[in-house]
Protein backbone atom coordinates (compact mmCIF):
# COMPACT_ATOMS: atom_id res chain seq x y z
CA UNK A 1 0.00 0.00 0.00
CA UNK A 2 2.64 2.33 0.87
CA UNK A 3 5.03 1.25 -1.76
CA UNK A 4 2.23 1.88 -4.10
CA UNK A 5 1.06 5.68 -2.57
CA UNK A 6 4.98 5.69 -2.62
CA UNK A 7 5.21 4.98 -6.44
CA UNK A 8 2.26 7.21 -7.44
CA UNK A 9 3.83 10.00 -5.57
CA UNK A 10 6.93 9.75 -7.67
CA UNK A 11 4.80 9.51 -10.81
CA UNK A 12 2.91 12.39 -9.70
CA UNK A 13 6.07 14.22 -9.16
CA UNK A 14 7.40 13.38 -12.28
CA UNK A 15 4.52 14.18 -14.10
CA UNK A 16 4.43 17.23 -12.72
CA UNK A 17 7.87 18.29 -13.21
CA UNK A 18 7.83 16.96 -16.68
CA UNK A 19 4.19 19.17 -17.18
CA UNK A 20 6.22 22.15 -15.75
CA UNK A 21 9.79 21.74 -17.62
CA UNK A 22 7.68 21.43 -20.81
CA UNK A 23 5.16 24.25 -20.13
CA UNK A 24 8.71 26.23 -19.70
CA UNK A 25 10.22 24.83 -22.44
CA UNK A 26 7.05 26.23 -24.62
CA UNK A 27 6.74 30.10 -22.58
CA UNK A 28 10.68 30.24 -23.74
CA UNK A 29 10.01 29.08 -27.15
CA UNK A 30 6.86 31.55 -28.01
CA UNK A 31 9.32 34.31 -26.21
CA UNK A 32 12.38 33.37 -28.66
CA UNK A 33 10.15 33.38 -31.53
CA UNK A 34 8.67 36.89 -31.04
CA UNK A 35 12.13 37.62 -30.66
CA UNK A 36 12.41 36.51 -33.64
CA UNK A 37 10.02 37.71 -35.88
CA UNK A 38 10.64 40.99 -34.14
CA UNK A 39 14.04 41.13 -35.29
CA UNK A 40 13.06 40.01 -39.33
CA UNK A 41 9.87 42.04 -39.14
CA UNK A 42 11.64 44.78 -41.03
CA UNK A 43 12.34 42.20 -43.78
CA UNK A 44 8.73 41.09 -43.80
CA UNK A 45 7.36 44.67 -43.73
CA UNK A 46 9.67 45.60 -46.70
CA UNK A 47 8.72 42.32 -48.55
CA UNK A 48 5.05 43.58 -48.78
CA UNK A 49 5.55 47.24 -49.20
CA UNK A 50 8.32 46.88 -51.90
CA UNK A 51 7.66 43.81 -53.35
CA UNK A 52 4.89 41.71 -53.04
CA UNK A 53 2.02 43.70 -53.38
CA UNK A 54 3.73 46.03 -56.08
CA UNK A 55 3.81 42.45 -57.92
CA UNK A 56 0.29 41.72 -57.25
CA UNK A 57 -0.36 45.39 -58.31
CA UNK A 58 1.65 44.84 -61.16
CA UNK A 59 -0.31 41.47 -62.06
CA UNK A 60 -3.48 43.04 -62.05
CA UNK A 61 -2.41 46.09 -64.22
CA UNK A 62 -1.11 44.47 -66.75
CA UNK A 63 -4.71 44.10 -67.63
CA UNK A 64 -5.91 46.98 -67.76
CA UNK A 65 -5.25 50.73 -69.58
CA UNK A 66 -4.29 52.26 -65.87
CA UNK A 67 -2.32 55.77 -67.20
CA UNK A 68 -1.87 57.39 -64.21
CA UNK A 69 -4.88 60.16 -64.96
CA UNK A 70 -7.89 58.11 -66.23
CA UNK A 71 -9.45 55.61 -64.88
CA UNK A 72 -8.25 52.13 -64.87
CA UNK A 73 -10.30 49.71 -67.23
CA UNK A 74 -10.29 46.06 -67.64
CA UNK A 75 -9.00 45.15 -70.89
CA UNK A 76 -7.86 41.61 -70.88
CA UNK A 77 -5.31 40.28 -72.39
CA UNK A 78 -4.94 43.19 -75.56
CA UNK A 79 -1.77 44.33 -73.59
CA UNK A 80 -0.08 41.24 -74.37
CA UNK A 81 -1.80 41.11 -77.52
CA UNK A 82 -0.45 44.23 -78.49
CA UNK A 83 2.94 43.69 -77.36
CA UNK A 84 3.34 40.09 -79.57
CA UNK A 85 1.45 41.32 -82.42
CA UNK A 86 1.81 45.54 -83.04
CA UNK A 87 4.73 46.70 -80.92
CA UNK A 88 8.13 46.52 -83.04
CA UNK A 89 9.80 48.35 -80.80
CA UNK A 90 8.97 45.57 -78.30
CA UNK A 91 10.30 43.07 -80.56
CA UNK A 92 13.35 45.17 -81.11
CA UNK A 93 14.21 45.85 -77.50
CA UNK A 94 13.57 42.37 -76.60
CA UNK A 95 16.06 41.22 -79.67
CA UNK A 96 18.80 43.90 -78.45
CA UNK A 97 18.16 42.38 -74.94
CA UNK A 98 18.74 38.98 -76.14
CA UNK A 99 21.87 39.77 -78.08
CA UNK A 100 23.59 42.01 -75.00
CA UNK A 101 22.62 39.21 -72.25
CA UNK A 102 24.12 36.21 -74.79
CA UNK A 103 27.36 37.53 -75.06
CA UNK A 104 28.30 39.49 -72.04
CA UNK A 105 26.70 36.56 -69.96
CA UNK A 106 29.80 34.26 -71.63
CA UNK A 107 32.18 37.09 -71.86
CA UNK A 108 32.28 38.71 -68.23
CA UNK A 109 32.46 35.02 -66.98
CA UNK A 110 35.29 33.77 -68.91
CA UNK A 111 36.69 36.93 -68.62
CA UNK A 112 36.74 36.92 -65.01
CA UNK A 113 37.65 33.14 -64.58
CA UNK A 114 41.12 34.68 -66.60
CA UNK A 115 42.03 37.00 -65.09
CA UNK A 116 41.45 35.22 -61.75
CA UNK A 117 43.83 32.04 -62.77
CA UNK A 118 46.08 35.15 -64.02
CA UNK A 119 46.07 37.00 -60.67
CA UNK A 120 46.13 34.19 -58.53
CA UNK A 121 50.01 33.78 -58.22
CA UNK A 122 52.33 34.50 -55.42
CA UNK A 123 54.46 37.21 -56.87
CA UNK A 124 55.20 40.24 -55.90
CA UNK A 125 53.18 42.83 -56.54
CA UNK A 126 50.39 41.04 -56.96
CA UNK A 127 48.03 42.85 -55.16
CA UNK A 128 48.80 46.16 -57.17
CA UNK A 129 47.89 44.18 -60.20
CA UNK A 130 44.59 42.67 -58.28
CA UNK A 131 43.81 46.46 -56.90
CA UNK A 132 43.99 47.80 -60.76
CA UNK A 133 41.49 45.19 -62.17
CA UNK A 134 39.54 45.43 -59.32
CA UNK A 135 39.01 49.04 -58.81
CA UNK A 136 36.98 49.37 -62.39
CA UNK A 137 34.35 47.37 -60.72
CA UNK A 138 33.46 50.12 -58.16
CA UNK A 139 33.01 52.77 -60.46
CA UNK A 140 30.02 53.00 -62.46
CA UNK A 141 27.28 55.40 -62.94
CA UNK A 142 26.96 57.97 -65.40
CA UNK A 143 30.56 59.10 -64.88
CA UNK A 144 32.04 56.09 -66.17
CA UNK A 145 29.90 56.36 -69.26
CA UNK A 146 30.92 59.39 -69.87
CA UNK A 147 34.80 58.28 -69.90
CA UNK A 148 33.57 55.60 -72.37
CA UNK A 149 31.82 57.76 -74.65
CA UNK A 150 34.88 59.50 -74.97
CA UNK A 151 37.12 56.36 -75.34
CA UNK A 152 34.58 55.06 -78.51
CA UNK A 153 34.49 58.68 -79.85
CA UNK A 154 34.99 57.41 -83.75
CA UNK A 155 37.79 60.08 -84.26
CA UNK A 156 39.59 61.42 -81.39
CA UNK A 157 38.96 58.54 -79.04
CA UNK A 158 41.64 56.45 -77.69
CA UNK A 159 40.21 52.56 -78.45
CA UNK A 160 40.63 54.10 -82.21
CA UNK A 161 43.69 55.92 -82.10
CA UNK A 162 45.07 52.71 -80.84
CA UNK A 163 43.69 50.66 -83.54
CA UNK A 164 45.08 52.99 -85.75
CA UNK A 165 48.71 52.47 -84.63
CA UNK A 166 48.28 49.02 -85.90
CA UNK A 167 46.45 49.77 -89.39
CA UNK A 168 42.71 48.72 -88.15
CA UNK A 169 40.08 52.05 -88.65
CA UNK A 170 37.76 51.45 -86.27
CA UNK A 171 34.19 51.80 -86.58
CA UNK A 172 32.37 54.56 -85.37
CA UNK A 173 30.75 52.76 -82.24
CA UNK A 174 28.11 54.09 -81.08
CA UNK A 175 27.07 55.98 -84.56
CA UNK A 176 26.65 52.95 -86.13
CA UNK A 177 23.78 50.62 -85.76
CA UNK A 178 25.97 47.46 -86.16
CA UNK A 179 28.79 48.46 -83.54
CA UNK A 180 26.38 49.95 -80.84
CA UNK A 181 25.57 46.79 -78.69
CA UNK A 182 29.38 45.29 -79.26
CA UNK A 183 30.45 48.66 -78.06
CA UNK A 184 28.16 48.51 -75.08
CA UNK A 185 29.37 44.71 -74.49
CA UNK A 186 33.28 46.00 -75.02
CA UNK A 187 32.56 48.70 -72.09
CA UNK A 188 31.09 46.30 -69.65
CA UNK A 189 33.59 43.82 -69.40
CA UNK A 190 35.65 47.01 -67.77
CA UNK A 191 34.34 45.88 -64.65
CA UNK A 192 34.82 42.29 -64.42
CA UNK A 193 36.76 43.04 -61.65
CA UNK A 194 33.70 42.35 -59.09
CA UNK A 195 33.33 38.69 -60.38
CA UNK A 196 37.37 38.07 -60.54
CA UNK A 197 37.64 39.12 -56.83
CA UNK A 198 34.67 36.00 -55.93
CA UNK A 199 36.76 33.46 -58.21
CA UNK A 200 40.23 34.46 -56.94
CA UNK A 201 38.71 33.84 -53.68
CA UNK A 202 36.95 30.86 -54.50
CA UNK A 203 40.69 29.66 -56.60
CA UNK A 204 42.76 30.54 -53.14
CA UNK A 205 40.06 27.63 -51.32
CA UNK A 206 41.42 24.75 -53.37
CA UNK A 207 43.23 22.33 -51.78
CA UNK A 208 47.01 22.84 -52.93
CA UNK A 209 47.48 18.95 -52.78
CA UNK A 210 45.75 18.19 -56.11
CA UNK A 211 47.62 20.20 -57.59
CA UNK A 212 50.94 19.08 -56.54
CA UNK A 213 49.36 14.78 -57.31
CA UNK A 214 48.50 16.36 -60.76
CA UNK A 215 52.10 17.80 -60.85
CA UNK A 216 53.75 14.46 -59.52
CA UNK A 217 51.35 12.37 -62.47
CA UNK A 218 53.00 15.23 -65.04
CA UNK A 219 49.72 17.11 -65.84
CA UNK A 220 50.81 20.55 -67.30
CA UNK A 221 48.89 23.98 -66.92
CA UNK A 222 46.41 23.43 -69.32
CA UNK A 223 45.27 19.55 -67.81
CA UNK A 224 44.97 21.30 -64.46
CA UNK A 225 43.15 23.92 -65.50
CA UNK A 226 40.65 22.10 -67.12
CA UNK A 227 40.71 18.98 -64.75
CA UNK A 228 40.98 20.46 -61.09
CA UNK A 229 40.69 24.16 -61.49
CA UNK A 230 37.75 24.90 -63.21
CA UNK A 231 35.58 21.85 -61.82
CA UNK A 232 36.55 22.92 -58.15
CA UNK A 233 35.01 26.61 -59.25
CA UNK A 234 31.88 25.48 -61.21
CA UNK A 235 29.64 26.28 -58.19
CA UNK A 236 30.79 29.79 -58.14
CA UNK A 237 30.09 29.99 -62.06
CA UNK A 238 26.79 28.95 -61.83
CA UNK A 239 26.47 31.45 -59.31
CA UNK A 240 27.84 34.44 -60.77
CA UNK A 241 25.61 33.04 -64.15
CA UNK A 242 22.57 33.36 -62.48
CA UNK A 243 23.39 36.23 -60.58
CA UNK A 244 24.98 37.88 -64.13
CA UNK A 245 22.08 36.63 -65.96
CA UNK A 246 19.61 38.33 -64.40
CA UNK A 247 21.45 41.59 -64.29
CA UNK A 248 22.28 41.48 -67.52
CA UNK A 249 18.34 41.86 -68.60
CA UNK A 250 18.47 44.79 -66.20
CA UNK A 251 20.54 46.77 -68.65
CA UNK A 252 19.32 50.62 -68.48
CA UNK A 253 21.32 53.21 -67.84
CA UNK A 254 23.87 52.64 -70.00
CA UNK A 255 21.74 52.82 -72.99
CA UNK A 256 19.53 55.91 -71.35
CA UNK A 257 22.87 57.94 -70.69
CA UNK A 258 24.55 56.95 -73.40
CA UNK A 259 21.52 57.35 -76.45
CA UNK A 260 21.13 60.91 -75.14
CA UNK A 261 18.05 60.72 -72.30
CA UNK A 262 16.79 57.24 -73.43
CA UNK A 263 16.23 57.32 -77.68
CA UNK A 264 17.32 54.08 -78.38
CA UNK A 265 20.56 55.35 -80.62
CA UNK A 266 20.95 54.91 -84.18
CA UNK A 267 18.20 52.70 -85.69
CA UNK A 268 17.04 51.68 -82.09
CA UNK A 269 20.36 49.60 -81.98
CA UNK A 270 20.48 50.13 -78.27
CA UNK A 271 17.20 50.38 -77.54
CA UNK A 272 16.77 47.59 -74.62
CA UNK A 273 13.63 46.15 -73.39
CA UNK A 274 14.32 48.01 -70.06
CA UNK A 275 14.13 51.23 -72.01
CA UNK A 276 11.22 50.39 -73.84
CA UNK A 277 9.47 49.80 -70.67
CA UNK A 278 10.76 52.98 -68.71
CA UNK A 279 10.05 54.90 -72.02
CA UNK A 280 6.38 53.21 -71.80
CA UNK A 281 5.77 54.29 -68.73
CA UNK A 282 7.38 57.59 -67.63
CA UNK A 283 6.91 59.02 -71.36
CA UNK A 284 4.00 57.73 -72.94
CA UNK A 285 2.04 57.11 -69.58
CA UNK A 286 1.09 53.99 -70.63
CA UNK A 287 1.64 52.33 -67.22
CA UNK A 288 -0.78 49.48 -67.65
CA UNK A 289 1.30 48.44 -70.96
CA UNK A 290 4.74 48.91 -69.02
CA UNK A 291 3.44 46.64 -66.18
CA UNK A 292 2.33 44.10 -68.85
CA UNK A 293 6.05 44.47 -70.21
CA UNK A 294 7.07 43.78 -66.67
CA UNK A 295 5.96 41.01 -66.26
CA UNK A 296 6.60 39.47 -69.17
CA UNK A 297 10.41 40.02 -68.25
CA UNK A 298 9.62 38.79 -64.48
CA UNK A 299 8.64 35.48 -66.47
CA UNK A 300 11.68 35.24 -68.70
CA UNK A 301 13.78 35.83 -65.88
CA UNK A 302 12.31 33.40 -63.84
CA UNK A 303 12.35 30.10 -66.44
CA UNK A 304 15.81 31.33 -67.69
CA UNK A 305 16.65 31.13 -63.78
CA UNK A 306 14.87 27.97 -63.89
CA UNK A 307 16.86 26.43 -66.75
CA UNK A 308 20.15 27.59 -64.82
CA UNK A 309 19.03 25.43 -61.88
CA UNK A 310 17.75 22.52 -63.90
CA UNK A 311 20.98 22.59 -66.12
CA UNK A 312 23.38 22.75 -63.02
CA UNK A 313 23.53 19.18 -62.03
CA UNK A 314 25.03 18.80 -65.31
CA UNK A 315 27.60 20.51 -65.19
CA UNK A 316 28.13 22.08 -61.13
CA UNK A 317 30.50 19.72 -58.28
CA UNK A 318 29.34 20.19 -55.45
CA UNK B 1 39.88 60.99 -68.42
CA UNK B 2 42.33 62.61 -66.35
CA UNK B 3 44.14 63.59 -69.20
CA UNK B 4 41.36 65.10 -71.11
CA UNK B 5 40.02 66.94 -68.47
CA UNK B 6 43.25 68.61 -67.90
CA UNK B 7 43.01 69.65 -71.73
CA UNK B 8 42.23 72.64 -72.81
CA UNK B 9 39.73 72.12 -75.81
CA UNK B 10 41.79 73.40 -78.45
CA UNK B 11 43.97 70.11 -78.28
CA UNK B 12 40.95 67.96 -77.55
CA UNK B 13 39.95 68.27 -81.33
CA UNK B 14 43.32 68.25 -82.99
CA UNK B 15 44.38 65.07 -84.80
CA UNK B 16 45.55 63.17 -84.02
CA UNK B 17 44.51 62.96 -80.92
CA UNK B 18 47.40 63.00 -77.92
CA UNK B 19 46.68 60.80 -74.58
CA UNK B 20 49.17 62.91 -72.51
CA UNK B 21 47.91 66.85 -72.21
CA UNK B 22 50.45 68.56 -73.76
CA UNK B 23 49.67 72.07 -72.07
CA UNK B 24 47.91 71.49 -68.71
CA UNK B 25 44.62 73.71 -68.05
CA UNK B 26 43.17 73.39 -64.18
CA UNK B 27 40.93 75.96 -64.62
CA UNK B 28 39.11 73.14 -66.55
CA UNK B 29 38.21 72.32 -62.88
CA UNK B 30 36.96 75.74 -61.96
CA UNK B 31 34.81 76.02 -64.66
CA UNK B 32 33.51 72.76 -64.50
CA UNK B 33 32.54 73.88 -60.97
CA UNK B 34 30.53 77.38 -62.13
CA UNK B 35 29.07 75.36 -65.04
CA UNK B 36 26.77 73.43 -63.08
CA UNK B 37 25.83 73.55 -59.37
CA UNK B 38 28.61 70.84 -58.74
CA UNK B 39 28.68 71.83 -54.86
CA UNK B 40 24.98 72.07 -54.28
CA UNK B 41 24.29 68.13 -56.33
CA UNK B 42 27.08 66.71 -54.10
CA UNK B 43 25.68 68.41 -50.69
CA UNK B 44 22.36 66.66 -52.13
CA UNK B 45 24.02 63.14 -53.43
CA UNK B 46 25.62 63.34 -49.70
CA UNK B 47 22.13 63.29 -47.61
CA UNK B 48 20.66 60.42 -49.43
CA UNK B 49 24.14 58.76 -49.11
CA UNK B 50 24.07 59.01 -45.70
CA UNK B 51 20.67 58.12 -44.55
CA UNK B 52 20.55 55.33 -47.13
CA UNK B 53 23.78 53.71 -45.32
CA UNK B 54 22.73 54.36 -41.78
CA UNK B 55 19.72 52.47 -43.03
CA UNK B 56 21.13 49.55 -44.74
CA UNK B 57 23.65 49.34 -42.07
CA UNK B 58 20.90 48.81 -39.06
CA UNK B 59 18.29 47.41 -40.84
CA UNK B 60 20.36 44.37 -42.18
CA UNK B 61 22.43 44.09 -39.04
CA UNK B 62 19.17 43.94 -37.20
CA UNK B 63 17.56 41.15 -39.73
CA UNK B 64 20.57 39.17 -40.01
CA UNK B 65 20.51 38.69 -36.22
CA UNK B 66 17.20 37.81 -36.17
CA UNK B 67 17.83 34.96 -38.70
CA UNK B 68 21.05 33.88 -37.37
CA UNK B 69 20.85 34.04 -33.93
CA UNK B 70 16.64 33.30 -32.92
CA UNK B 71 15.48 29.89 -33.20
CA UNK B 72 11.55 30.92 -34.63
CA UNK B 73 9.08 28.20 -36.55
CA UNK B 74 9.11 29.63 -39.80
CA UNK B 75 12.32 30.79 -39.94
CA UNK B 76 14.10 28.70 -42.95
CA UNK B 77 11.37 29.55 -45.39
CA UNK B 78 11.53 33.23 -44.91
CA UNK B 79 15.29 32.84 -45.17
CA UNK B 80 14.45 31.23 -48.43
CA UNK B 81 12.04 33.88 -49.02
CA UNK B 82 14.99 36.45 -48.56
CA UNK B 83 17.10 34.79 -50.91
CA UNK B 84 14.39 34.52 -53.86
CA UNK B 85 14.02 38.57 -53.11
CA UNK B 86 17.62 38.72 -54.78
CA UNK B 87 15.77 36.69 -58.05
CA UNK B 88 13.47 39.49 -58.57
CA UNK B 89 14.70 41.78 -61.02
CA UNK B 90 14.29 45.70 -60.16
CA UNK B 91 12.29 47.01 -62.92
CA UNK B 92 9.55 44.39 -62.38
CA UNK B 93 8.53 46.05 -59.23
CA UNK B 94 9.41 49.65 -60.30
CA UNK B 95 5.89 50.79 -61.86
CA UNK B 96 4.16 49.60 -59.36
CA UNK B 97 6.68 51.08 -56.25
CA UNK B 98 6.11 54.92 -58.59
CA UNK B 99 2.49 54.37 -58.84
CA UNK B 100 2.69 53.89 -55.19
CA UNK B 101 4.93 56.82 -53.80
CA UNK B 102 3.06 59.07 -56.04
CA UNK B 103 -0.11 58.14 -54.36
CA UNK B 104 1.62 59.03 -50.64
CA UNK B 105 2.73 62.20 -52.37
CA UNK B 106 6.82 61.14 -51.89
CA UNK B 107 7.68 61.89 -55.55
CA UNK B 108 9.89 65.19 -55.56
CA UNK B 109 11.54 63.94 -52.55
CA UNK B 110 14.33 61.92 -51.22
CA UNK B 111 11.82 59.85 -49.19
CA UNK B 112 11.45 56.95 -52.01
CA UNK B 113 15.46 56.78 -51.93
CA UNK B 114 16.02 56.24 -48.51
CA UNK B 115 13.06 54.55 -46.83
CA UNK B 116 13.53 51.52 -48.38
CA UNK B 117 16.96 51.29 -47.04
CA UNK B 118 15.21 50.99 -43.75
CA UNK B 119 13.78 47.39 -44.35
CA UNK B 120 16.78 45.63 -45.76
CA UNK B 121 18.02 44.17 -48.47
CA UNK B 122 18.34 40.28 -49.80
CA UNK B 123 22.09 40.62 -50.16
CA UNK B 124 23.53 42.11 -47.04
CA UNK B 125 21.45 40.47 -45.19
CA UNK B 126 23.07 37.08 -46.30
CA UNK B 127 26.48 38.73 -45.68
CA UNK B 128 25.66 39.94 -42.57
CA UNK B 129 24.10 36.48 -41.63
CA UNK B 130 27.72 34.59 -42.50
CA UNK B 131 29.17 36.41 -40.50
CA UNK B 132 26.67 36.08 -37.68
CA UNK B 133 27.53 32.42 -38.07
CA UNK B 134 30.99 32.39 -37.36
CA UNK B 135 30.28 34.17 -33.62
CA UNK B 136 29.42 31.40 -30.91
CA UNK B 137 26.06 30.48 -29.97
CA UNK B 138 27.63 30.06 -26.50
CA UNK B 139 28.01 34.12 -26.15
CA UNK B 140 24.67 34.74 -27.08
CA UNK B 141 23.44 31.83 -24.33
CA UNK B 142 25.98 33.35 -21.67
CA UNK B 143 24.30 36.77 -22.18
CA UNK B 144 20.78 35.49 -21.91
CA UNK B 145 21.87 33.58 -18.66
CA UNK B 146 22.69 36.78 -17.10
CA UNK B 147 18.98 38.06 -18.29
CA UNK B 148 20.01 39.97 -21.53
CA UNK B 149 17.20 40.45 -24.16
CA UNK B 150 18.15 40.04 -27.76
CA UNK B 151 17.49 43.58 -28.12
CA UNK B 152 20.45 44.34 -25.97
CA UNK B 153 22.44 41.24 -27.13
CA UNK B 154 22.15 43.00 -30.92
CA UNK B 155 23.33 46.56 -29.56
CA UNK B 156 25.71 46.23 -27.06
CA UNK B 157 27.42 42.46 -27.95
CA UNK B 158 27.15 42.11 -31.74
CA UNK B 159 27.05 45.86 -33.24
CA UNK B 160 30.87 46.06 -32.01
CA UNK B 161 31.47 42.20 -32.51
CA UNK B 162 30.45 42.40 -36.48
CA UNK B 163 32.04 46.02 -37.32
CA UNK B 164 34.08 44.32 -39.69
CA UNK B 165 30.71 43.09 -41.73
CA UNK B 166 29.26 46.64 -40.80
CA UNK B 167 31.53 48.40 -42.55
CA UNK B 168 31.61 46.46 -45.56
CA UNK B 169 27.56 46.65 -45.61
CA UNK B 170 28.73 50.41 -45.02
CA UNK B 171 31.26 51.01 -47.77
CA UNK B 172 28.97 48.85 -50.42
CA UNK B 173 25.38 51.01 -49.73
CA UNK B 174 27.75 53.84 -49.96
CA UNK B 175 28.83 53.02 -53.13
CA UNK B 176 25.39 52.44 -54.15
CA UNK B 177 24.12 55.23 -52.90
CA UNK B 178 26.35 57.57 -54.50
CA UNK B 179 26.65 55.83 -58.18
CA UNK B 180 22.43 55.28 -58.43
CA UNK B 181 21.05 56.57 -61.18
CA UNK B 182 17.89 54.95 -62.07
CA UNK B 183 16.58 56.19 -58.64
CA UNK B 184 16.78 59.89 -58.60
CA UNK B 185 16.10 60.04 -62.47
CA UNK B 186 12.41 58.37 -61.46
CA UNK B 187 12.04 60.16 -58.42
CA UNK B 188 13.91 63.67 -58.68
CA UNK B 189 11.86 65.78 -60.68
CA UNK B 190 13.12 69.18 -59.40
CA UNK B 191 16.58 70.44 -60.42
CA UNK B 192 17.63 72.09 -57.49
CA UNK B 193 17.38 68.77 -55.78
CA UNK B 194 19.41 66.65 -58.36
CA UNK B 195 22.18 64.45 -57.22
CA UNK B 196 25.58 64.54 -58.80
CA UNK B 197 24.83 61.13 -60.96
CA UNK B 198 21.40 63.29 -62.36
CA UNK B 199 23.67 66.13 -62.46
CA UNK B 200 25.97 65.00 -64.72
CA UNK B 201 23.76 63.15 -66.96
CA UNK B 202 21.95 66.42 -67.42
CA UNK B 203 25.49 67.99 -68.27
CA UNK B 204 26.44 65.55 -70.81
CA UNK B 205 23.45 66.07 -72.65
CA UNK B 206 23.63 69.61 -72.63
CA UNK B 207 27.39 69.87 -73.48
CA UNK B 208 28.07 66.87 -75.75
CA UNK B 209 31.02 68.57 -77.66
CA UNK B 210 32.82 70.20 -74.24
CA UNK B 211 34.68 67.13 -73.54
CA UNK B 212 37.11 68.89 -71.13
CA UNK B 213 34.52 69.88 -68.58
CA UNK B 214 32.44 66.91 -68.71
CA UNK B 215 35.46 65.14 -67.65
CA UNK B 216 36.46 67.13 -65.09
CA UNK B 217 32.90 66.24 -64.00
CA UNK B 218 33.41 62.98 -64.07
CA UNK B 219 36.45 63.07 -62.11
CA UNK B 220 35.20 64.78 -59.30
CA UNK B 221 32.01 62.84 -59.28
CA UNK B 222 34.67 59.67 -59.13
CA UNK B 223 36.52 61.00 -56.76
CA UNK B 224 35.07 59.79 -53.56
CA UNK B 225 34.57 56.33 -54.48
CA UNK B 226 38.00 55.86 -55.72
CA UNK B 227 39.48 57.46 -51.95
CA UNK B 228 37.04 54.84 -50.55
CA UNK B 229 38.00 52.02 -52.43
CA UNK B 230 41.91 52.86 -51.25
CA UNK B 231 41.37 53.32 -47.93
CA UNK B 232 39.14 50.28 -47.35
CA UNK B 233 40.15 48.13 -49.88
CA UNK B 234 40.55 45.19 -47.40
CA UNK B 235 36.68 45.73 -46.43
CA UNK B 236 35.92 45.24 -50.15
CA UNK B 237 37.84 41.92 -50.79
CA UNK B 238 36.62 40.84 -47.30
CA UNK B 239 33.06 41.43 -48.68
CA UNK B 240 33.61 39.29 -51.51
CA UNK B 241 35.46 36.42 -49.46
CA UNK B 242 32.90 36.11 -47.43
CA UNK B 243 30.53 35.38 -50.27
CA UNK B 244 33.50 33.24 -52.25
CA UNK B 245 34.05 31.36 -48.90
CA UNK B 246 30.53 30.31 -48.58
CA UNK B 247 28.72 29.95 -51.55
CA UNK B 248 31.73 27.57 -52.51
Redesign the interface.
Known sequence: MKATEKQSGFKKAAEEARHLKKKRWTAGQKKEAWWGLLFVSPFIIGFFGFMFLPMLFSFVGSFTNYNVTSRMDFIGLTNFRRMFTQDELFTTSLYNTAYYVAFNVPLTAIGSVFLAVLLNRKIRGIRIFRTIFYLPAILSGVAVYVLWMQLLSPSSGLINTILSWVGISGPSWLFDPQWTKPALILMRLWSVGGAMLLYLATLQNVPKQLYESAEVDGAGFTRQFFHITLPMITPIIFYDVVTSTIGAFQIFQEAYVMTEGGTGGPANSLLFYNLHMWNQAFVAYNMGYAMAMSMILFLIVLSLTFINLKLAPRWVHY | ?LG?SLKPMEE??R???T?FPETIQWSNYIETVQAFPFFRYMRNTMLITVFVVAGNVL?NS??A???AK????G?NI?FA??LA????????????????F?QIGWVGTYLPLIV?S???SAFF?FLMRQFYMSISNELVEAAKIDGA??LYI?SRLMLPLTKPALITVGIMSF?GA?????GP??YITREERYTL?IG??SF??QS?TQ?NY??A???L??IP??LL?FFA?KY??DG??L???T??
Not at chain 2, 70 to 73: K, L, M, V
Not at chain 2, 178 to 182: E, K, R, V
Open positions: MTIVFPPISFIYGFISFPKLLVTMMVPGFVTMIPQYILTPFFGINHWNWNDFLLLQLQQSTWLMGATVMTVFQFIMDTGGKG
